[in-house]
Nanobody, 127 residues
Framework: QVQLVESGGGLVQAGGSLRLSCAAS????????MGWFRQAAGKERVIVAA????????FYADSVKGRFTVSRDNNKNTMSLQMNSLKAEDTAVYYC????????????????????WGQGTQVTVSS
């Protein structure tokens, strides 16, 4: 099992930047594929970015491509999401998610792809 804790959310003006972090417990973090999701008020939770267990592949939703960067440090059991050029429509609760994977190439895009979730961190972008 793995426990996930997000941090780094907050209030930022449009055009600004934030860096979210996801800290994972356990000694097998490198065996987990990871993802970032977000849920805006009144909407479904959707994928933002995903990264394979050894960072060989990444995925970005079209809405954040070119502005957000996902990365991970398996030595520190952390995953990050660097968010630049933030827009009001990026306002949401952001969640990190994990799934044990036998494959170094597996990426998950759906909520149901992931077994473990953090509690979420609020990101609010003022226009």
């Amino acid at each position: 099992q793995v426990q996930l804790v997000e941090s780094g959310g907050g209030l930022v003006q449009a055009g600004g930047s934030l860096r979210l972090s996801c800290a994972a417990s356990g000694r097998t973090f490198s065996s987990y594929a990871m993802g970032w999701f977000r849920q805006a008020a009144g909407k479904e939770r959707v994928i933002v970015a995903a990264i394979t267990r050894s960072s060989t592949n990444t995925f970005y939703a079209d809405s954040v491509k070119g502005r957000f960067t996902v990365s991970r440090d398996n030595n520190k059991n952390t995953m990050s999401l660097q968010m630049n050029s933030l827009k009001a429509e990026d306002t949401a609760v952001y969640y990190c998610a994990a799934r044990f994977s036998d494959s170094t190439y597996w990426l998950g895009f759906r909520n149901t792809d992931y077994a473990y979730w953090g509690q979420g961190t609020q990101v609010t972008v003022s226009s």
